[in-house]
């Protein structure tokens, strides 16, 4: 079986600095053997570097960076580049600076042939520090990308005092999301499209980095919501257990959950130790309703073994979800509904017991 391409997506609101950064992966040669998909040629300056060929809106690089338009739906440009009879090892989508994420990631994770063959790897998104702030408060779009991402990058040069207020508030929309100050550094390939999640080459996945759910751990010990904000909508909490979870319990979970709030869940992943087979960790991946087929490790990547599912939401009760979740994995408390009671009640959504 062919491993799926790993695809990133590159967001972040109008004039956050995307170009920018792909030029320079472009002119430092880490983009070799990758495809980028972008909006148009005229935005990523490859003139000066040397084109080997062109053909059907796809631009070939002599360092092997293959570079092409979105000619209609996304869903045919990923298409066209995987069928290629060399086919690229990495994929990165630049959106728009006001595209919400959800419906890009939703095309690699949702499309029945796509899902099989690619592989989301991770969100990257770059927040400017002279604007964060105002453009976080004016467009929801800059907050949904914001609180999507595995890699926030800081760009431009502010106040010292703006930035660090601006850091605390990517923290609290994102708190597992590392965060790269372009002032003080410049990530580099690996920093930015490596999630960890799995490694083809050498059969084993970072989880931890992958989660990073010890970053909201501390960042819930540390921090308090300010809830006088627009944003303090958004919720980020990771779900734990001890206990191994049936499949079945873990997928009426998951159905129950995104069938009557699918659009409250910006993101959702996580590692769960199943009960019919402990050894080997389910890990689940999901952006609003569409959530990618579950994939089985061959074994579990380090000591932790607990079920750990790290939750960003968007007006969904934080307890409301605990509470649920609690219900399917068997943690019910006194006068607290269990996975039957739930599923048995008669004001139940149609069409939604477990199997």
């Known amino acids: ?151 926030i990058v800081l760009t431009k040069r502010g106040d010292s005092t703006d930035v660090e207020a601006l850091k605390q508030r990517v923290a609290a929309l994102n708190p597992t999301a590392p965060v790269f100050d372009r002032r003080q550094d410049q990530p580099g390939f690996s920093d930015l499209f490596n999630s960890g999640l799995y490694n083809p080459e050498t059969k084993t996945a970072d989880v931890a980095r992958w989660l990073n759910d010890a970053a909201l751990e501390s960042h819930h010990r540390h921090h308090h919501h300010d809830v006088n904000r627009h944003d303090s909508r958004i919720r980020a909490f990771t779900l734990l257990t001890n206990k191994p979870v049936s499949a079945a319990a873990l997928a009426s979970f998951i159905d129950l959950l995104r069938s009557a709030h699918g659009p409250n869940l910006l993101r959702v992943k996580g590692i769960i130790r199943i009960e019919e087979d402990p050894n080997r960790p389910v890990v689940i991946h999901g952006v609003q309703k569409i959530f990618h087929p579950p994939a089985t490790l061959p074994a579990w990547p380090d000591n932790d073994r607990r079920t750990r599912l790290v939750m960003i939401t968007k007006d969904l009760s934080e307890d409301f979800v605990r509470k649920l979740f609690d219900a399917f994995v068997g943690n019910t408390a006194i006068d607290t509904a269990d996975q039957q009671a739930l599923e048995n009640n008669p004001l139940a959504i149609p069409g939604h017991k477990g199997s």
């Open 1 to 151: 079986m062919i491993d799926p391409i790993p695809v990133s997506l590159i967001t972040g609101f109008l004039g956050a600095g995307k170009t920018t950064l792909l030029n320079r992966l472009l002119q430092q040669g880490e983009l070799s053997d990758t495809a980028l998909i972008i909006n148009e040629f005229g935005d990523v300056g490859i003139d000066h570097l040397l084109v080997e060929t062109a053909d059907e809106g796809i631009v070939e690089l002599s360092d092997g960076c293959l570079c092409c338009t979105i000619r209609g739906d996304l869903v045919d440009t990923l298409s066209r580049l995987i069928h290629r009879q060399t086919r690229p090892a990495r994929i990165i989508i630049e959106s728009t600076g006001l595209a919400d994420p959800a419906p890009i990631l939703q095309a690699i994770m949702g499309h029945p042939v796509l899902s099989d063959m690619l592989r989301l790897d991770g969100v990257v998104t770059l927040v400017d520090c002279v604007n964060g702030m105002s453009t976080l408060d004016a467009h929801e779009e800059a907050v949904k990308q914001v609180a999507v991402a595995d890699r």
